[in-house]
């Protein structure tokens, strides 16, 4: 199970690669398991 660090890595890197399919993926990953109120995964998002 990813934690905050790997879901705020996982979209940067989503951002870096202009994959943006993959980061709503993860989007909906860090959605599922709360991390979206995180505040890595929060800057991450809004990145």
């Known amino acids: 199970m990813p934690n905050n660090f790997t879901i705020?890595?996982?979209l940067k890197s989503c951002?870096?690669?202009e994959a943006?399919?993959?980061g709503k993926s993860v989007h909906g990953c860090a959605l599922k398991?709360?991390?979206d109120h995180d505040l890595?995964?929060?800057i991450a998002l809004l990145e």
């Open 40 to 42: 890595y995964v929060g």
């Open 20 to 22: 943006f399919d993959v």
């Open 33 to 35: 398991t709360s991390y």
């Open 8 to 10: 705020s890595g996982a």
């Open 15 to 17: 951002l870096g690669l």
